[in-house]
Structures are given as structure tokens and as C-alpha cells.
């Protein structure tokens, strides 16, 4: 029997196409740029330091009973899709969307709005499991600890974004990049910490330097 037979007649659908229009969403759109960052950039910085930020938790935890430890790549599939609403959303300054409770819970509502949307462009077969990507479920200690990770992950990626434009001579990232580290280091986490003390000095470096 042929697979076709998961899908509905000859129907096509959209989500794929959806997704790679996140090339053409600009984040940081109150700021003055050197370069500009698109949301399927971030996505791919957050995606590949969540990734990091579980291995180390996990090496750092792997001896304590009952500790809760994720499976890297999940939360690499979390934080690759973490931003995904922002198709339909756009991209709301930070400023905004966390100014207080009432905007905050408006805003979730309006990310699991889009989700649903999202999720819809696919078969009905396969919506499950992207709504779980896309809305996740917090009502376990192991998703809650993967999207810390992710939120982490998340505010390291603006990190080295304002670090990347500082480095370029532009100074309109400065307040930003002071702001942004003084949350990392109030992330109660020590795979966070070591990452930013191991990892983060070599960004910036020339491509000699980091080989060496």
C-alpha cells in the first residue's frame, strides 16, 4: 500500500513553507543594526546552545538520584521551534510583551493562537506532535527544566548578538548586552555559568584564534 494513504486526496500543505518564512522576520526592530538578525538564524544559535546547555546539565547531575535529566535533543527540538509563533505574531519588543501580568498572559494567549494555526497547516496525523514543539506542556518538572533551558539558551543567543554588534563599533547594543548578562547570571543554573565563563569568550576572536 502506498504512504499516500496518510494524506488527504492530492492536498498540500503549508506548514514547511510557513516555517521558512522565518528568514524574513528581522528580530531586534527598534535597534540600529550592523547586521541584521532574521528569527531562523536565532533559532538555529538557540536551538544549538539548549542542546549544550542539557549535555552539561546532565554530566553535572548524572550522579545525584532523582535528578531530572532531559534528553538533549528534545530540548534542541524545543528551542528550534521556540519562536515560531512569531510568523504570525511578529516580533513583539521585549519591553512590551513582559511590561506587566495582563500583556504577559494576553501575549501567551495569542502564541497558543498561532500554534493552533500553525499546527494546522499539517496533516491531521502529524499535529500532536508539533503542537507539542509549538505549545509546549508544562505541567511536568522535565518540561519545565526544558524550557528554562531553552529560555536560557535564548537570552545567551541575544547575548552574543549585542556582544557580535559591539564588536562591530556599534554602540546602540551597550545597554542591551549589560542588561541581558546581569539575567543570565541570575539564571539559577551552573551549566549556564559555565558556558558563558568556557564558551563565550571565544566569540569575537579571529578565526586563527579560536584554532588555536
Same mark, same amino acid.
Given at each position: 500500500m502506498?504512504e499516500?494513504?496518510?494524506?488527504?486526496?492530492?492536498?498540500?500543505?503549508?506548514?514547511?513553507?510557513?516555517?521558512?518564512?522565518m528568514a524574513?522576520i528581522?528580530?531586534?526592530?527598534?535597534?540600529?543594526?550592523?547586521?541584521?538578525?532574521?528569527?531562523?538564524e536565532?533559532s538555529?544559535?538557540?536551538?544549538?546552545?539548549?542542546?549544550?546547555?542539557?549535555? %552539561?546539565?546532565?554530566?553535572?547531575?548524572?550522579?545525584?538520584?532523582?535528578?531530572?535529566?532531559?534528553?538533549?535533543?528534545?530540548?534542541?527540538?524545543?528551542a528550534?521551534?521556540?519562536?515560531?509563533?512569531?510568523?504570525?505574531?511578529?516580533?513583539?519588543?521585549?519591553p512590551?510583551?513582559?511590561?506587566?501580568e495582563?500583556?504577559?498572559?494576553?501575549?501567551?494567549e495569542?502564541?497558543?493562537?498561532?500554534?493552533?494555526?500553525?499546527?494546522?497547516?499539517?496533516?491531521n496525523?502529524m499535529?500532536?506532535?508539533?503542537?507539542?514543539?509549538?505549545?509546549?506542556?508544562?505541567?511536568?518538572?522535565e518540561?519545565?527544566?526544558?524550557?528554562? %533551558?531553552?529560555?536560557?539558551?535564548?537570552?545567551?543567543?541575544?547575548y552574543?548578538?549585542?556582544?557580535s554588534?559591539?564588536?562591530?563599533?556599534?554602540?546602540e547594543?551597550?545597554?542591551?548586552?549589560?542588561?541581558?548578562?546581569?539575567?543570565?547570571?541570575?539564571i539559577?543554573?551552573?551549566?549556564?555559568? %559555565?558556558?558563558?565563563?568556557?564558551?563565550?569568550?571565544?566569540?569575537?576572536l579571529?578565526l586563527?584564534?579560536?584554532?588555536?
Amino acid at each position: 500500500m502506498s504512504e499516500d494513504f496518510l494524506f488527504e486526496n492530492d492536498k498540500r500543505y503549508g506548514f514547511f513553507a510557513m516555517l521558512d518564512r522565518m528568514a524574513y522576520i528581522n528580530r531586534w526592530g527598534l535597534m540600529k543594526n550592523s547586521r541584521f538578525e532574521n528569527l531562523k538564524e536565532h533559532s538555529f544559535d538557540v536551538a544549538v546552545i539548549a542542546h549544550a546547555l542539557c549535555v %552539561l546539565h546532565n554530566k553535572i547531575n548524572e550522579d545525584i538520584e532523582g535528578a531530572v535529566l532531559p534528553d538533549p535533543y528534545k530540548v534542541q527540538a524545543l528551542a528550534l521551534y521556540h519562536d515560531c509563533t512569531e510568523i504570525i505574531t511578529g516580533d513583539l519588543p521585549t519591553p512590551i510583551k513582559y511590561k506587566n501580568e495582563q500583556i504577559k498572559a494576553a501575549y501567551r494567549e495569542v502564541e497558543n493562537d498561532a500554534a493552533n494555526t500553525l499546527a494546522g497547516l499539517l496533516p491531521n496525523f502529524m499535529q500532536d506532535d508539533y503542537i507539542k514543539l509549538l505549545a509546549p506542556d508544562l505541567s511536568s518538572e522535565e518540561q519545565v527544566l526544558c524550557k528554562k %533551558l531553552v529560555k536560557a539558551a535564548d537570552r545567551i543567543a541575544a547575548y552574543l548578538k549585542c556582544l557580535s554588534e559591539r564588536i562591530s563599533g556599534n554602540c546602540e547594543f551597550s545597554s542591551a548586552q549589560d542588561t541581558i548578562r546581569e539575567s543570565i547570571e541570575k539564571i539559577d543554573l551552573p551549566e549556564v555559568r %559555565l558556558f558563558m565563563e568556557r564558551f563565550v569568550p571565544s566569540y569575537g576572536l579571529t578565526l586563527d584564534e579560536i584554532s588555536n
